[in-house]
């Protein structure tokens, strides 16, 4: 197994976001759908919806619980937020048509609401060349043939817990063996991992493996996750492939927690606080601010 690749700066410069220029139009700048949420849990698509358009997307639709539909449609009116329909693969099929980047899992708790909508979740990602970004309890809803279609355009972003059951493996082994685990997911799944923890191991097949140490303990928090998927699919949608969005959006979440650590402590702050650095730290890192 060779050196990890520590990410920082340099790697960032060398594997760069698309430059949208002064002048870009939101066709330029993507398209995100987001599906997830439940009458409980309608914070994690909240906080990943604003992921997306603080990292630079145009558009993001939202297919959620009925019960909070209306509330969250007020509490983001920036996004297009439907009720999720009785028949949620047809619609899931209308509202993917165009659009560059697919994310499903937030807010979900287990691979009952997400096991039924991934056939068309890759089928619509097939047909339109989109990314997918695979989450939370969507997670446990899937296997290798599943999202073969789409492996190369796929990320998978397991937390310990979550890489445990897709392995089968024991708790105590991620700690020690997170470079290895991610490389396995990653191999056996064909897709872009990144495997969050204290440290964060991402891993592609037939690419070297990179290691992010950004962040701090405070972003173990309930809802962080989801602000970074969506801030992940923002850049995907933007134009960025599954690895570079993936780095990218790994390191820009790590050093939001970096400036909310010294604006308010090292635990205590909230997800939605990593918001609002979002922009101002993928700014500082991009090459127009060198």
């Not at 820009?252 to 609002?276: F, K, N, Q």
Request: hydrophobic share 45%; proline share 8%; with cysteine.
């Amino acid at each position: 197994m060779t050196e990890p690749i520590r990410v920082g700066p340099e790697v960032l410069a060398a594997h760069p976001l698309p430059d949208h220029g002064e002048t870009s139009s939101k066709p330029e700048r993507g398209r995100v759908l987001l599906i997830g949420g439940t009458a409980e849990t309608p914070g994690a698509v909240l906080l990943a919806g604003i992921g997306v358009l603080r990292a630079g997307a145009a558009t993001v639709r939202i297919v959620t619980d009925g019960e909070v539909a209306p509330a969250l449609g007020i509490a983001l009116p920036e996004a297009l937020v439907a009720a999720r329909a009785a028949d949620p693969a047809a619609q899931i099929g209308a509202l993917a048509e165009d659009t560059e980047c697919i994310v499903i899992g937030p807010g979900t708790d287990g691979p009952e609401q997400s096991a039924p909508l991934l056939p068309t979740v890759v089928e619509a990602a097939a047909a339109d060349g989109a990314a997918v970004v695979i989450d939370a309890g969507a997670l446990d809803a899937i296997d290798p043939t599943t999202i073969e279609p789409i492996a190369s355009r796929t990320v998978l972003m397991p937390n310990p817990v979550e890489v445990c059951r897709l392995l089968d493996v024991e708790l105590a082994e991620v700690k020690d063996h997170g470079e290895q685990l991610a490389i396995e997911v990653a191999t056996r799944f064909g897709c872009t991992v990144a495997l969050r923890g204290a440290e964060t191991w991402v891993a592609a097949p037939g690419q070297p493996t990179f290691l992010d140490t950004s962040g701090n303990a405070g972003l173990a928090t309930s809802g962080s996750g989801d602000v970074l998927a969506g801030v992940l699919a923002g850049f995907a949608a933007r134009g960025a492939d599954p690895l570079r969005a993936t780095l990218w959006a790994v390191h820009v979440h790590g050093l939001a927690g970096e400036r909310c650590a010294a604006d308010l402590g090292g635990i205590g702050y909230l997800a939605r606080e990593l918001l609002d650095h979002v922009p101002a730290v993928t700014a500082a890192l991009s090459p127009r601010a060198a």
